[in-house]
């Protein structure tokens, strides 16, 4: 069965950093693109970035040149270092995958920037 468990949110000032682990089971997870989403509250669920199974990388333009996905497929986990955090980051973030029958998606943990 494929699961996720993300960790690492939490509350941070703007303009500061936070790293996010997403800790996969269940699949071959090298084998797979896997990607951030985020929704904020009344907002639709945004892709924030993805990284495919031969590691390249893709943002959203609202997080370019602030987040760096990442993957360790030795530990089967996935990462988000999030840096110069804004308001405007706050939201629930998930980690997700696509396989050929359906879409895997975490419980989503919790980010608040705010002064």
């Known amino acids: 069965q494929v699961q996720f468990v993300e960790s690492g949110g939490g509350l941070v000032q703007p303009g500061g950093s936070l790293r996010l682990s997403c800790a996969a089971s269940?699949?071959?997870?090298?084998?797979?693109?896997m990607n951030w989403y985020r929704q904020a509250p009344g907002k639709e669920r945004e892709l924030v970035a993805t990284?495919?199974?031969?590691?390249?990388?893709s943002y959203a333009n609202s997080v370019k040149g602030r987040f760096t996905i990442s993957r360790d497929n030795a530990k089967n986990t996935l990462y988000l270092q999030m840096n110069s955090l804004k308001p405007e980051d706050t939201a629930v973030y998930y980690c997700?995958?696509?396989?050929?029958?359906?879409?895997?998606w975490g419980q989503g943990t919790q980010v608040t920037v705010s002064s």
């Open positions: 990284i495919t199974n031969a590691g390249r990388l």
């Open positions: 269940g699949f071959s997870f090298s084998s797979y693109f």
């Open positions: 997700h995958t696509n396989t050929m029958f359906q879409g895997y």
